[in-house]
T-cell receptor
Framework: DAGVIQSPRHEVTEMGQEVTLRCKPISGHDYLFWYRQTMMRGLELLIYFNNNVPIDDSGMPEDRFSAKMPNASFSTLKIQPSEPRDSAVYFC????????????FGPGTRLTVT | TQLLEQSPQFLSIQEGENLTVYCNSSSVFSSLQWYRQEPGEGPVLLVTVVTGGEVKKLKRLTFQFGDARKDSSLHITAAQPGDTGLYLCAGAKAAGNKLTFGGGTRVLVKP
């Protein structure tokens, strides 16, 4: 398997624009996670899905952020409108379960909002 | 304040030296994991510990889970430049719970 795939790897956009990040999890993994990483706040869980259903979105910063998982092999994280403070590296991860199950991370999308 | 506190935040040592990274909490965890993240990549799992007092070894890396399952440590013997990276601990409070990550320890091993 190719592992978790994320696109784009880098995104530079202007404040106010819509940004869509994409993720393809490892086939057979029932859980998909979206994280955001910054120097100040570290690695934060934004939302996770189980069998394509959003389970916990308590980490989503505000209504500007939304995530979908239309099928088992694809998820998106959308920011509309984007703001400079959204600049971060966004990771997608997938796993077979919660708790002690290993999470497999993608390479991340580095987002810069100017 | 993070649920899992890692210390130190940054560590710079010479090749061949030993180092220890700590992960502490006031909460009990059913399991704890250590990940390593290299620049430009996502974190990669190193080990999972589930039993209080458990010690696991992975070549030159030794991981320990505290007896009370509230803390953990990672010890690297004779560090090499390839050990450079961000070390993250992550815990689950119960078997079906999501992971909470610590703030990370950035390790630089100079040749």
């Amino acid at each position: 398997d190719a592992g978790v795939i994320q696109s784009p790897r880098h995104e530079v956009t202007e404040m106010g624009q819509e940004v869509t990040l994409r993720c393809k999890p490892i086939s057979g993994h029932d859980y998909l996670f979206w994280y955001r990483q910054t120097m100040m706040r570290g690695l934060e869980l934004l939302i996770y899905f189980n069998n394509n259903v959003p389970i916990d979105d308590s980490g989503m910063p505000e209504d500007r952020f939304s995530a979908k998982m239309p099928n088992a092999s694809f998820s998106t994280l959308k920011i509309q409108p984007s703001e400079p403070r959204d600049s971060a590296v966004y990771f997608c991860a997938s796993s077979l379960g919660l708790g002690l199950y290993e999470q497999y991370f993608g390479p991340g999308t580095r987002l810069t909002v100017t | 304040t993070q649920l899992l506190e890692q210390s130190p935040q940054f560590l710079s040592i010479q090749e061949g030296e030993n180092l220890t990274v700590y992960c502490n909490s006031s909460s009990v965890f059913s399991s704890l994991q250590w990940y390593r993240q290299e620049p430009g990549e996502g974190p990669v799992l190193l080990v999972t510990v589930v039993t209080g007092g458990e010690v696991k070894k992975l070549k030159r890396l030794t991981f320990q889970f505290g007896d009370a399952r509230k803390d953990s440590s990672l010890h690297i013997t004779a560090a090499q430049p390839g050990d450079t990276g961000l070390y993250l601990c992550a815990g689950a409070k119960a078997a079906g719970n999501k992971l909470t990550f610590g703030g990370g320890t950035r390790v630089l091993v100079k040749p």
